[in-house]
């Protein structure tokens, strides 16, 4: 069992900066892939970034690639989501996942949710 916290969410002005943590409970964080996802009222929630047990592999959403990076700290049963160039889109929930599958990027593949963390982007 994982649970998972987000943190570091708010609002910030577009082409503003935030930097998302997500800390899991637990022994065996570096057991697990790890991803974000997003979701905006009214839409379903989406892939965002990934990144795998070692941190080396990573992954993005092609609408974040370029704006937003991906790490962990295995130490600190941390994963972090930096995010660059913010444009009023990326508006929305941002969740944490953790999952058994690697290179997961379908939300089915992630066992573990946290409670998500809002980002308001204004214009």
Same mark, same amino acid.
């Given at each position: 069992?994982?649970?998972?916290?987000?943190?570091?969410?708010?609002? &910030?002005?577009?082409?503003?900066?935030?930097?998302?943590?997500?800390?899991?409970?637990?022994?065996?964080?570096?057991?697990?892939?790890?991803?974000?996802?997003?979701?905006?009222?009214?839409?379903?929630?989406?892939?965002?970034?990934?990144?795998?047990?070692?941190?080396?592999?990573?992954?993005?959403?092609?609408?974040?690639?370029?704006?937003?990076?991906?790490?962990?700290?295995?130490?600190?049963?941390?994963?972090?989501?930096?995010?660059?160039?913010?444009?009023?889109?990326?508006?929305?929930?941002?969740?944490?996942?953790?999952?058994?599958?690697?290179?997961?990027?379908?939300?089915?593949?992630?066992?573990?949710?946290?409670?998500?963390?809002? &980002?308001? &982007?204004?214009?």
């Amino acid at each position: 069992q994982v649970q998972l916290v987000e943190s570091g969410g708010g609002l &910030v002005q577009a082409g503003g900066s935030l930097r998302l943590s997500c800390l899991a409970s637990g022994r065996t964080f570096s057991s697990y892939f790890m991803g974000w996802f997003r979701q905006a009222p009214g839409k379903e929630r989406g892939f965002v970034a990934a990144v795998s047990r070692s941190g080396i592999r990573i992954y993005f959403a092609d609408s974040v690639k370029g704006r937003f990076t991906i790490s962990r700290d295995n130490a600190k049963n941390t994963v972090y989501l930096q995010m660059n160039s913010l444009k009023p889109e990326d508006t929305a929930v941002y969740y944490c996942a953790a999952s058994a599958v690697i290179d997961a990027m379908r939300i089915d593949d992630y066992l573990y949710w946290g409670q998500g963390t809002q &980002v308001t &982007v204004a214009s």
